[in-house]
């Protein structure tokens, strides 16, 4: 698929003993852009967005979040996620 994760040198984990990997690479979907209904929840946002790493998703109702995190989708484009806005569903 094109998507490799490599485990970070040991100096990454001295202090906390957590293992760290990088990801490098980036893979598509088969199908095209899936698309995740929210159904009214901000779980579903939130947990499906870090697929964006992997492949480009759409979240049908980004504004979900707004209640429980307002910030959600700021803070991950401040962690390098490019993230749009669009009208246009499959």
Excluded: C
Aim: net charge negative; proline share 7%; no cysteine.
């Amino acid at each position: 698929m094109g998507v490799f994760l490599n485990k970070m040198p040991s100096k990454f984990s001295q202090k906390s003993g957590t293992e760290y990997y990088l990801q490098e690479g980036k893979s598509l979907a088969e199908h095209g852009t899936p698309f995740i209904d929210t159904y009214h929840d901000h779980r579903m946002a939130m947990s499906f967005a870090p697929l964006g790493l992997i492949f480009p998703v759409q979240i049908n109702d980004p504004d979900v979040v707004s209640k429980s995190y307002p910030g959600f989708w700021r803070d991950l484009i401040s962690l390098g996620f490019i993230i749009e806005e669009t009208n246009i569903q499959e």
